[in-house]
T-cell receptor
Framework: AQSVSQHNHHVILSEAASLELGCNYS??????LFWYVQYPGQHLQLLLK??????LVKGIKGFEAEFIKSKFSFNLRKPSVQWSDTAEYFC?????????FGQGTTLQVKP | DSGVTQTPKHLITATGQRVTLRCSPR?????VYWYQQSLDQGLQFLIQ???????AKGNILERFSAQQFPDLHSELNLSSLELGDSALYFC??????????FGQGTRLTVV
């Protein structure tokens, strides 16, 4: 069965702390991987995506993610978080546009 | 601004009623997707249309239906509403059936 699992449901960090959000997937066939962010009261925005090539992808706002095929993982990282990173983060996997989302991780950054 | 427009932003209605949610995709995008985001189910794919034709179905209830019109806008019809249908309904459009750009969502409250 196709699924996405995000390990952390709620993460609380202080500003300048490093962030790593875990994402594991189960998916047959060609894998396209995404991280989306949803700021309070706003729509989902694409942070970064992986289709092929370099497994370390860089996205907007200083975020990056590493695709590790052997571990079926696509973890999101940021070296130093800011208060404005407070949001909900969704990992997703999909092909032909139909995305399967993880349950989401709520990140709260304390100033 | 993602370029995807959803109306209305908020909708409050009674159980048993029927509502229509509207989505205008980004200019030129042929694919439209509908997602439901609820507290208990998370973010789930409902249905996809491509250039007026249904392409994929996810966890969409029989009480729900959708269509895409010749001008490419789409409508999601929800009928015989139940309390559990209260959720945020997102529309997304895609230029290539891989990337998805999300609208702001319609928050439906069934009372």
């Amino acid at each position: 069965a196709q699924s996405v699992s995000q390990h952390n449901h709620h993460v609380i960090l202080s500003e300048a702390a490093s962030l790593e959000l875990g994402c594991n997937y189960s998916y047959g066939g060609t894998v396209n991987l995404f991280w989306y962010v949803q700021y309070p009261g706003q729509h989902l925005q694409l942070l970064l995506k992986y289709f092929s090539g370099d497994p370390l992808v860089k996205g907007i706002k200083g975020f990056e993610a590493e695709f590790i095929k052997s571990k079926f993982s696509f973890n999101l990282r940021k070296p130093s978080v800011q208060w404005s990173d407070t949001a909900e983060y969704f990992c997703a996997v999909g092909n032909t546009g139909k995305l399967i989302f993880g349950q989401g991780t709520t990140l709260q950054v304390k100033p | 601004d993602s370029g995807v427009t959803q109306t209305p932003k908020h909708l409050i209605t009674a159980t048993g009623q029927r509502v229509t949610l509207r989505c205008s995709p980004r200019s030129g995008d042929l694919s439209v997707y509908w997602y439901q985001q609820s507290l208990d189910q998370g973010l789930q794919f409902l249905i996809q249309y491509y250039n007026g034709e249904e392409r994929a179905k996810g966890n969409i209830l029989e009480r729900f239906s959708a269509q895409q019109f010749p001008d490419l806008h789409s409508e999601l019809n929800l009928s015989s509403l139940e309390l559990g249908d209260s959720a945020l309904y997102f529309c997304a459009s895609s230029p290539d059936r891989v990337k998805a750009f999300f609208g702001q969502g319609t928050r439906l409250t069934v009372v």
